[in-house]
């Protein structure tokens, strides 16, 4: 995205998003879908320029939200366009109420676009919007709270995004997987921010980054004189975010210890502080996310069963970024419109950069393309940035072989981290062959092949999910 789009689209319905998409871009037209009119309020407010802000209404029958005070203070009339269904004709004289002098009805005609676009082209012309062959034009952009975001554009995001809208208002846990920097807690804040709480706070700890005795303090709080050093009493995390969300990322490395304490929060929402001897209630919606194997954590005793299937009511699962590849582009003029934190102004890209990132395998993820692109901010030097990236390619390239069948292997370096990353990938690769060969065997019976593994029915149905295994 860049800093100026030709249409914002509001629309909290993905189908009618798709079609907003897929309607312009036929003509060579750019839009954004965000959820409500304060995101939209929140992007222009960032510096976006826009030509047209597109209001549907589908799910406003009243036009109580659709005329936001704040967003008509922003935008000419000129500038709004209602998208309304057909037949429903009151939309065109509550649009002359406001002085608005386009209602579009679905589907979008050529002509209607043709006119949308006809009599504004002399005066944004000066502005010609950015197209490029690795831009999809399909994707939903989603502003959250300190200028965190969610976009979404491969069909697995659109995917996960639909998940998201369905698990949300559902007050029950939900486990995260995905690898580090991936976007968790992303997820988490949507998952909160489309639930009755999300007028609460959402709190986030990091379970990895603590030792045991520090999270306990930090989850429930403690007492004065519980010990040398706590001069008065503090609440934890849990009264906290009592009515709202807690996120406990990286909930994998969680010692045992923690485990069996969480475990009893869990079960019936009551704790005491350290060096406490009254008992706290809590409402408090617990939400997990972890970048480990947790069923292999469970067969290893590092994780308690009991307390995975706590906190496993429904799970949401985030793919890597090289499985999302289309979204790399987005996602950097994404990060370079918001300045990197305020690094830096915003670049305009070259083409071979992006093309450059698409080849790049990101093993760190999002994390690791937000550092790249304030790093480019920071420097302002596209050429070195382009030969980071080629090299990387590059390495990771050249660290993939034929072995003596023919096929292609991945080298491993003998440093502690390669071995690790070796046996696990053993690890996979040797589950992958058994799950298959029971399912086979059982004719995709997956009952049956549950017994035959000797393993949990929802333990199946969780690897063939993970490993992404069809008949």
């Known amino acids: 995205m860049t800093d100026f789009v030709q249409v914002i689209a509001i629309t909290d319905d993905l189908d009618v998003c798709n079609l907003i998409h897929n309607s312009l871009s036929l003509y060579g037209h750019q839009a954004i879908c965000v959820p409500s009119s304060s995101d939209a309020v929140q992007m222009l407010n960032s510096g976006v320029k826009v030509q047209f802000v597109l209001l549907d209404t589908s799910n406003d029958q009243q036009h109580g939200r659709l005329f936001d005070p704040a967003l008509l203070q922003m935008v000419r009339n000129d500038q709004l366009c209602i998208l309304s269904e057909t037949g429903a ?30 009599w504004q082209h002399t005066r944004s012309s000066s502005i010609p919007p950015i197209k490029s062959s690795v831009m999809p034009h399909n994707f939903h952009l989603e502003e959250l709270d300190n200028n965190r975001f969610f976009l979404a554009a491969s069909p697995a995001m659109m995917q996960l995004y639909r998940d998201i809208r369905i698990l949300a ?65 503090k609440p934890g995390k849990f009264e906290l975010a009592n009515k709202g969300t807690l996120l406990l990322d990286e909930v994998g490395e969680m010692s045992p210890q923690m485990q069996a304490k969480l475990l009893h929060v869990l079960q019936d929402g009551s704790f005491s502080r350290l060096g406490g001897r009254a008992s706290t209630q809590v409402d408090v919606r617990v939400l997990a996310a972890t970048n480990i194997d947790m069923q292999t954590a469970i ?151 549950a017994i035959n593994l000797n393993i949990s029915y929802r333990s199946l149905l969780y690897k063939i999910q993970q490993h992404g295994l069809s008949a």
């Open 89 to 118: 004709a009151h939309w065109q004289s509550i649009a002359a109420e406001w002085k608005i002098r386009n209602v579009l009805t679905k589907p979008l005609m050529q002509h209607d676009i043709e006119k949308l676009f006809g």
């Open 299 to 449: 067969i290893e005793k590092r994780f308690r069963e009991d307390l995975f299937y706590r906190l496993n009511a429904l799970t949401l699962i985030i793919p890597p970024l090289r499985e999302r590849r289309e979204e790399i582009p987005l996602l950097m003029e994404e990060l370079n419109r918001r300045g990197g934190a305020g690094v830096g102004q915003p670049i305009v890209f070259a083409e071979r950069i992006f093309d450059a990132a698409m080849e790049y395998h990101w093993p760190g993820n999002l994390r690791e393309l937000r550092n790249f692109v304030i790093r480019t901010l920071i420097l302002r030097d596209q050429e070195a940035a382009y030969t980071y990236l080629r090299t990387k390619a590059q390495t990771q390239t050249n660290a993939a072989t034929p072995n003596l069948s023919g096929e292609m292997s991945e080298k491993k370096s003998p440093n502690p981290t390669g071995m690790k990353d070796a046996i696990s990938e053993i690890k996979n690769q040797t589950e992958i062959k058994m799950l298959q060969d029971a399912l086979s065997a059982s004719g995709w019976n997956r009952r049956r092949a």
């Open 169 to 233: 208002p559902v007050d029950i846990p939900v486990l995260i997987l995905g690898e580090s920097g991936v976007g968790k807690e992303i997820v988490a804040m949507l998952l909160h921010k489309y639930h009755a709480r999300s007028e609460n706070r959402f709190l986030n700890v990091n379970c990895a980054a603590l030792p045991t005795e520090l999270l306990e303090s930090e989850l429930f709080g403690y007492e004065a004189g519980a010990f040398t050093g706590a001069l008065k009493s």
